[in-house]
Each structure stands twice: as structure tokens, then as C-alpha cells.
T-cell receptor, first 113, second 113 residues
Framework: GESVGLHLPTLSVQEGDNSIINCAYS??????FIWYKQESGKGPQFIID?????DKRQGQRVTVLLNKTVKHLSLQIAATQPGDSAVYFC????????????FGAGTQVVVTP | EAQVTQNPRYLITVTGKKLTVTCSQN?????MSWYRQDPGLGLRQIYY???????DKGDVPEGYKVSRKEKRNFPLILESPSPNQTSLYFC????????????FGPGTRLTVL
């Protein structure tokens, strides 16, 4: 079936550098995408979302880029901090309201001093 | 404080013994959902609900039941648990429209012996 996946299972980043986390999706009908952050022992936390009528959206220190042509989504974290160490998930939906969501397997981001 | 609560947080049970995991949100959200999280598989949606008395299957509904009699509560029921339902379960909620920020509960660690 359709699925959401990630290119890199683990990303090691030096503190202060920018992080880029990638996600490929296969469902061409997907029109709503979300990035989550999950710290150890906690539930996922919403970071940022983007709809398919946009190709870029910025938040605080984070930017999500959407390339519908190649079905690719990325999350950029500026000036990565130790508190950014976590597992990051992308998720997608065919509707622009939150209903049936599919998550990728996740990328572990490790921030080194 | 806006939150999603789950109970119990940890549960060890035996095969076939019916159990219920409760979920409650205090944000008057329309949407609620249950996920299970397993190593290497990310979050998989079990069931979701778009409002009171409106529920639908997610990707892995087999062996689970849900109900939405009240807007704030969305219990997950395992009528006859089996060892393959050993997992980490998350409940989540969000309101319709707006920024679609999803709030996740703290998780319930279930072990079925």
C-alpha cells in the first residue's frame, strides 16, 4: 500500500549546525504533511505542517520544504541545539483536516557538542 | 492546562483478559485518534474519530474497538488481548480547521503475556 518513509534512520549533527531531515512519500493524493518530534519517553509533539498548495513554510528555527514533483518533504532545523535531539517523524494525509494519518518510521537526530 | 491524558500508563496483562485504555482531552477537540508505536515501524493509526459517535478504522484496527460517546473521551478496548498487541499506545486529539496542531498523550506501555 501507500507509505511514508525516511531516507536516513540516524542523523548526527554538531551543535550550532543546521539539520536537514528528509522524507519520501508515495501517495500522490497526499495533500497535507506534518512533522513531529518525539523525545525519549514522551508522546510526539507537533512541529510544523504544510499543505500541498505551498512549497515552503517557516516556523521558529524550522522550515519545511515540499517538493510535490518528486514526492519529497524535508525539515530544516537552524542552529541545532542539544534539546533538538529526538526522533523526528513525517506524516501525511489525503485530507487537509486531521483524520487518517500515515507516519514514517522516524529519524533519530543526535546533537553532538 | 491543555492536555491529553491516558490511563493506565503501564499495564501488564495476560492473553484473553479484556482491558480498556482510557483517553481524555480537555480542549473540546473534534478529532481523536489511537496509535500504536513499535520499533522500526513508527506510529500506526488504529482508529480515529471525527466527532461524537463517528469513528473509522485506521491502518491496524484488527483486535481493537473504540467508542466515542462523549466528545472528551475516546477509550481503546482490547476484547481479547494477544501478545502481538504488546506495544506503546498513544492517544491524540486536535480541533477541526485552524493550524491542525495535534496533541498527543503521554503513552501507555502495554505488555500482553
Amino acid at each position: 500500500g501507500e507509505s511514508v518513509g525516511l531516507h536516513l534512520p540516524t542523523l548526527s549533527v554538531q551543535e550550532g549546525d543546521n539539520s536537514i531531515i528528509n522524507c519520501a512519500y508515495s501517495n500522490s493524493a497526499s495533500d497535507y504533511f506534518i512533522w513531529y518530534k518525539q523525545e525519549s519517553g514522551k508522546g510526539p509533539q507537533f512541529i510544523i505542517d504544510i499543505r500541498s498548495n505551498m512549497d515552503k513554510r517557516q516556523g521558529q528555527r524550522v522550515t519545511v520544504l515540499l517538493n510535490k514533483t518528486v514526492k519529497h518533504l524535508s525539515l530544516q532545523i537552524a542552529a541545532t541545539q542539544p534539546g533538538d535531539s529526538a526522533v523526528y517523524f513525517c506524516a501525511e494525509s489525503e485530507t487537509d483536516s486531521w483524520g487518517k494519518l500515515q507516519f514514517g518510521a522516524g529519524t533519530q537526530v543526535v546533537v553532538t557538542p | 492546562e491543555a492536555q491529553v491524558t491516558q490511563n493506565p500508563r503501564y499495564l501488564i496483562t495476560v492473553t484473553g483478559k479484556k482491558l480498556t485504555v482510557t483517553c481524555s482531552q480537555n480542549m473540546n477537540h473534534e478529532y481523536m485518534s489511537w496509535y500504536r508505536q513499535d520499533p522500526g515501524l513508527g506510529l500506526r493509526q488504529i482508529y480515529y474519530s471525527m466527532n461524537v459517535e463517528v469513528t473509522d478504522k485506521g491502518d491496524v484496527p484488527e483486535g481493537y474497538k473504540v467508542s466515542r460517546k462523549e466528545k472528551r473521551n475516546f477509550p481503546l478496548i482490547l476484547e481479547s488481548p494477544s501478545p502481538n498487541q504488546t506495544s506503546l499506545y498513544f492517544c491524540a486529539s486536535n480541533g477541526a480547521g485552524g493550524d491542525n496542531e495535534q496533541f498527543f498523550g503521554p503513552g501507555t506501555r502495554l505488555t500482553v503475556l
